[in-house]
């Protein structure tokens, strides 16, 4: 004997299959089924895309960055701030931030190495200096400042 089941609106029907038993039953509604179905990842579209890449490249405000993506100008602001707390948004605008600190870093990088040679001010080099070499893992220890808490007394024999 065989079992499947369907749902209806409102009801749950059963299709029994056996060799000299064959139809459907109805049966009433159960209140303690539940059917959670997996669901599949939203995809980012191409006018979502073009938002982050748009917000990411020229760091401009949602409303500028939702109208050069193609969203109407009318609803542009509340249109892009809607779509950028989309969370599979909001995953793909943190993964252009990523690679854009990646990318931009190298330059940051290289200003601190020509500030470190080339700056007129002593200071300047000595700060960029640091910097590069808090940035290598060379820090220098950080100072502390001891303080005793009650009487002490300090006796000095000078002869």
């Not at 917000?55 to 960055?65: K, T």
Request: some cysteine; proline content about 3%; overall charge positive.
């Amino acid at each position: 004997m065989s079992w499947s089941g369907w749902f209806d609106t409102g009801n749950i029907y059963s299709t029994i299959k056996d060799n000299d038993l064959r139809g459907v039953i109805r049966m009433s509604q159960p209140s303690n089924i539940s059917i959670d179905l997996p669901r599949k990842k939203p995809q980012i579209n191409e006018r979502q895309k073009a938002l982050v890449d748009t917000l990411v490249r020229d760091n401009c405000s949602i409303e500028d960055a939702a109208k050069a993506a193609g969203y109407k100008a009318s609803s542009a602001r509340n249109t892009g701030a809607g779509v950028v707390r989309l969370p599979h948004v909001k995953e793909y605008m943190m993964q252009q931030v990523q690679e854009s600190f990646g990318i931009n870093s190298l330059g940051a990088v290289h200003t601190l190495q020509k500030l470190s040679r080339e700056a007129k001010s002593e200071y300047v080099q000595m700060e960029s200096a640091k910097d590069i070499l808090d940035r290598a893992g060379f820090k220098a220890p950080d100072k502390h400042q001891h303080q005793l808490v009650g009487d002490f007394k300090v006796h000095i024999d000078l002869g």
